[in-house]
């Protein structure tokens, strides 16, 4: 009988030891893609991007090169940072390759038919050591790298 009653002492879940489960971001990159891609496709003209980091600013410097977006706006608010994306309605879809996988300058063609729906467009984005850039740019450059991602 004294085993019943010290069981009963301890419940086994308790108000105050539950905690909720903590949300935390591992790639801001593809949380901005993503973001990107789900604003195009519901017809917005533009797009909150938060939280800001060089990666995402340099991506979407080479969106606006080739004219898959308008422009940005970083907005700085003395934490981690906004963009604003004005959209054109030219994108399909962007996502980010995970892991960043290596790509040798001999490989690049596979990447370009695996990855992309025609040879005629869309871009495949490295990181090199000559910078952030599309495929083609690093072609040119003869210089592999690590994919980040893609848009078309």
Known sequence: SANKSS?????????TAQSL???V?????????????????????????????KVVIKFLQVMMKHGYIEEFEVVDDHRSGKIVVHLNGRLNK?????PRFDIKVKDMEKWV?????????GH????????????EQARKNHTGGKVLGFFY
Request: aromatic fraction near 8%; charge should be positive.
């Open 7 to 15: 069981f009963f002492l301890f419940p086994l879940f308790s108000k």
């Open 124 to 135: 495949i984005v490295l990181t090199t050591s000559k910078g952030i850039m599309d495929h």
């Open 21 to 23: 489960p903590i949300m």
């Open 94 to 98: 962007c996502g980010v390759i995970s």
């Open 25 to 53: 971001l591992i790639s801001s990159l593809n949380n901005a893609l993503k973001s990107i891609t789900n604003a195009e496709r519901r017809g917005k003209r533009q797009v909150l991007l938060r939280p800001c980091s």
């Open 113 to 121: 038919i695996n990855l992309l729906p025609s040879r005629q467009f």
